[in-house]
Nanobody, 121 residues
Framework: QGRLVESGGGLVQAGGSLRLSCAVSGSIFSINTMGWYRRAPGRQRELVATIPSGGNTNYADSVKGRFAISRDNAKNTVYLQMNSLKPEDTAVYYC???????????????WGQGTQVTVSS
């Protein structure tokens, strides 16, 4: 079964950088879109960036020019490089993957457990 395992969160000063990773483990058939979402204290979860299996990436306006999403299909892994971090980027970051477990399966969304990113001013 597909399982998403995240790593790379932590505490960083404003202006610093972090790189998040998320690997899909277990037996799966294919992965469609992968992405990152975040939930700040007192706010709803919001999209950060997505990357389809083929095609253009998509970013929230608030992170454009600072964050970069990429994926390694051979490793079933998605990355989020975060530069020029701001205190308002503080949130729990969640990895998402839309995938099929078997050839006959429907596409379903799977989520990671979340990793905390804290940016100090």
């Amino acid at each position: 079964q597909g399982r998403l395992v995240e790593s790379g969160g932590g505490l960083v000063q404003a202006g610093g950088s972090l790189r998040l990773s998320c690997a899909v483990s277990g037996s799966i058939f294919s992965i469609n879109t992968m992405g990152w979402y975040r939930r700040a204290p007192g706010r709803q979860r919001e999209l950060v960036a997505t990357i389809p299996s083929g095609g253009n990436t998509n970013y929230a306006d608030s992170v454009k020019g600072r964050f970069a999403i990429s994926r390694d299909n051979a490793k079933n892994t998605v990355y989020l490089q975060m530069n020029s971090l701001k205190p308002e980027d503080t949130a729990v970051y969640y990895c998402n993957a839309v995938l099929k477990l078997y050839p006959w399966s429907d596409l379903n969304a799977y989520w990671g457990q979340g990793t905390q990113v804290t940016v100090s001013s």
